[in-house]
Nanobody
Framework: QLQLVESGGGLVQPGGSLRLSCAASGFTLDYYAIGWFRQAPGKEREGVSCISSSGGSTNYADSVKGRFTISRDNAKNTVYLQMNSLKPEDTAVYYC????????????????????WGQGTQVTVSS
């Protein structure tokens, strides 16, 4: 059974860093584009970043460009989201998701393109 598990969330002060991990089990990530999404209380789930199946293409929401970096290690069946210079407005539950619909080399920040989701990890940025 396809499963995604996020980890690495927590409480961090503004300006701090966290690295989120998305580990897959039951399937091989090699053929899937992986996205990171977040949802703050009372807000819609929004796309944060995406990496293509090959890892050759990445995409970021404007709000995180220059601060977040997505990467993948297919040998470990894991995708990472390095988050630097964190701001209070980054506070949210972060989810990773996998898509077999997105063509090779393509990325997407639309949640409707992703069919498999993890349970989420809480990130809180506060002093």
């Amino acid at each position: 059974q396809l499963q995604l598990v996020e980890s690495g969330g927590g409480l961090v002060q503004p300006g701090g860093s966290l690295r989120l991990s998305c580990a897959a089990s039951g399937f091989t990530l090699d053929y899937y584009a992986i996205g990171w999404f977040r949802q703050a209380p009372g807000k819609e789930r929004e796309g944060v970043s995406c990496i293509s199946s090959s890892g050759g293409s990445t995409n970021y929401a404007d709000s995180v460009k220059g601060r977040f970096t997505i990467s993948r290690d297919n040998a470990k069946n894991t995708v990472y989201l390095q988050m630097n210079s964190l701001k209070p407005e980054d506070t949210a539950v972060y989810y990773c998701a996998a898509s077999s619909r997105i063509q090779a080399g393509i990325t997407s920040l639309s949640k409707t393109d992703f069919g498999s989701w993890g349970q989420g990890t809480q990130v809180t940025v506060s002093s």
